[in-house]
């Protein structure tokens, strides 16, 4: 999303408590300690709730907007993150950690610490990683996008890194994006501001697919964007290009939908159609950053009915992948609102996530567990 930065660091960290009405009895915040005695805790677990095979995801709050803010490195510093992190969750996404502003900061530097960091610690608690993102207009770093290359250095440039980055985590990521947000709402290619189209055409995007392909052939190589949820011009946009570059045998291996979504509007009730289409092209699809974001009242505080809509989204958006072959990987774009993109990029937006910003579970917590589990039983 490319909405403009408009919130001060005080407005990004006011606290936003729950009505205590809002939160069922059963909620604590984050251990597992309280669940009645006959409960197998276990399986109140996001990821052990889930169905053999599906992976319940969410992004690593670090880099981006979190820069700015006055806490430590969420991922490094915050044990109950940490924990909860471990616990719940089957597959990470770094949320700013591959982008090419935070891993490749100079042209002869890399960074790698903080990504090896989550590939490590997902190895250690049995998840796996998506890898985002290769190919994208925002978040490049300034000597790239104001640099005078000639096109074959630009090509050079986006080929060497692309061999970097996914041949250091070969065998390690499951599915990267490899190509993310190319086409704009209208469904034409961001000719302009992508800087790979706009200097070296639009070939150049089969190329990175390749490249990727090539520096690991194990990873599943995503288009990623937001506003494909439904069936409209941009995701009409994928479904043709995808299938170009399938008959010229691009190893373009999935689809996703990142799920950026908001009560202010309806929900997208033709997700599920948009990705049985994929699907039956023989893609894999996904859900990669979902979040559902609402108007804030005065208090800070969401409404019930809000917190129940909300819920529901987040349950729609699960029981679409879930009713779909072949999307096994369902990420929600941080579990918390305290470290949420959010209330920084919307203004008067928030409570976007899963849990408050003290880890209390709301009932889109709740929703997503209960499906999950008549999934796994069902
Ligand atoms: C966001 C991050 O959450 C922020 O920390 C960062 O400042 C900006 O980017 N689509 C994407 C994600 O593909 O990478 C974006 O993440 C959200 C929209």
Redesign the pocket.
């Known amino acids: ?1 490319r909405p403009v930065r408009i919130v001060t660091l005080a407005l990004a960290t006011t606290a936003l408590a729950l009505p205590l009405a809002a939160i069922p009895a059963t909620a604590d915040p984050g251990s597992d300690h309280q669940a009645a005695p006959h409960s197998n805790a276990k399986f109140d677990r996001l990821r052990h709730a889930a169905p053999e095979g599906f992976f319940v995801g969410t ?1 690593v ?1 670090g ?4 820069l700015e803010q006055d806490y430590p490195d969420p991922f490094t510093y915050d044990k109950e993150y940490r924990k909860i992190l471990s616990r719940q969750f089957s597959s990470v996404s770094p ?2 950690q591959m ?1 090419w502003d935070f891993i490749h900061p100079e042209r002869d530097r890399y960074r790698f610490d903080e990504a090896d960091a989550i590939v490590d610690f997902a190895e250690r608690h049995g998840q796996v990683v998506r890898g ?2 290769l190919l ?1 207009h ?2 490049n770093p300034a000597w790239l996008e104001q640099g005078d290359f000639t096109d074959e250095e630009l090509r050079a440039i986006l080929r060497e890194h692309i061999e970097t980055v996914v041949g250091r985590y070969a065998g390690r990521i499951q599915q990267w ?1 490899v190509a ?2 190319i086409f704009d709402d209208a469904g034409n290619l961001r000719t302009e501001q992508n800087i790979w189209i706009r200097e070296l055409g639009p070939g150049i995007v089969a190329d990175a697919f390749r490249w990727a392909h090539e520096a690991d052939p194990e990873a599943k190589l995503f288009f ?1 964007d ?1 506003n494909v949820e439904g069936r409209n011009a941009k995701s009409n946009a994928y479904y043709e290009l995808v299938q170009d570059l399938l008959a010229e045998g691009v190893p373009v291996h999935g689809f996703s939908a ?1 799920g ?1 979504l908001s009560t202010r509007w309806g929900f997208p009730g033709d997700l599920e159609q948009n990705l049985r289409r994929f699907d039956a092209l023989g893609l894999e699809t996904a859900i990669t ?1 979902l979040d559902v974001r609402m108007d804030l009242p005065e208090s800070g505080v969401p409404t019930e009915a809000q917190l129940e809509q909300q819920a529901d989204y987040y349950d729609q958006a699960l029981s679409a992948c879930l009713a779909v072959a072949n999307c096994n990987s369902f990420t929600i ?2 579990f918390t609102d305290k470290y949420s ?1 959010v209330p ?2 919307f203004q008067g937006q928030g409570s976007a996530t899963v849990m408050t910003e003290d880890f209390v579970r709301k009932p889109a917590f709740f929703a997503l567990q209960s499906t999950l589990k008549d999934a796994r039983n069902g």
């Open positions: 999303m992004a709050a880099g981006g907007h979190h949320e700013n982008k985002h993102t994208w925002s978040q994006d993310n947000e990623n937001y990142q950026h950053e774009w941080g993109w920084v990029f």
